[in-house]
């Protein structure tokens, strides 16, 4: 039975077996700076981006030898990787040297019960971890934008051995030219110009504002005529409602301020009050509503 659990299944038709060429100084450095060992991340399986879950990046594995402290990637005078110290002696395995590049997470198989029964039935009998499904690791925003990569799940193992002895594991490989930074407001934003209100708390009193644009993961807001912003710091939770112009096209977001200034501010999603209660935002949510402002003038 334990075999039986363990064994990896074909990867679904029409996915190829994880291969991998030795990626460039720029795209190793990317990899390095974004997804380093000990990084807690995000990330969605199969491209549904509506299934977001926590991971941390526990090693990499390189050339099937297991890297757990970030010292044992040697770097250059500008970040960029040149070769690994690998194995109990810890030989240098330099860059040109190296087949195969692995990224190591842990099996959070368990975390898809806390999916309603269709999220969960998307993801097929046998879970998120068949070998040669996807999975998109997103990394914390940087200057630049969201650090994104999409890998292949190579296997799921028990490790034997080392630190994480008895810990369930997945192994993935990155396709990296898939590694990219995504300015998401700019890719995604949709211009408002509606009126919205602003609540600190469910029951305060509303602020008038208006809606400047809305994108996949934000929302920004601008003054009314005549009005100002609240103070707010990074992270305050607010509520938001706008008015698409009639009681069925009204939406009530939750969310958590993201930066806030007198003449903007804007908000990270979290939730959508829908059917009588606070639900997770989903991407038919944000579809819906991007819709609506699309039409709005229509």
Sequence with gaps: MFKLLWSNPS???GREEAGQA???GDRLKMLAEHFPIGRKVRY???????????????????????IYAREAILRDAEGAPQAFLVGEKKARLPLDRVKRLQLMVPDTTDMERSLDYIRRASLGRNGQFVRGNAITLIAAVCRQGIPSVDTQVDSRILMKSGPFADNQMVLLSPDFDTLAIAD??????????????????EDAPA?????????????????APGQALPALKPNDKVTVVLDLGDAASGYRLRGGVFRSAPEACVIRLRQLYKDGDYAALKTMD?????????????
């Excluded at 981006?49 to 941390?56: A, K, L, N, P």
């Excluded at 008038?208 to 807001?221: K, M, P, T, Y």
């Excluded at 509503?289 to 709005?296: A, M, V």
């Design 184 to 201: 998401q407001r700019k890719k995604a934003r949709v211009q408002g110009r509606i009126p919205a209100r602003l609540y600190l708390k």
């Design 22 to 24: 030795v990626p460039d």
């Design 207 to 223: 602020v008038a504002c208006l809606l400047g644009d809305f994108s996949d993961l934000s929302l920004r807001l601008v003054p």
């Design 44 to 66: 969605f399986p199969e491209y549904q981006r509506d299934i977001v879950f926590h991971t941390i990046v526990i090693a990499w594995r390189v050339n099937d030898q297991d």
């Design 11 to 13: 990867p679904p038709k």
């Design 286 to 298: 944000v579809l819906e509503i991007k819709t609506g402002l699309l039409n709005l003038h229509g």
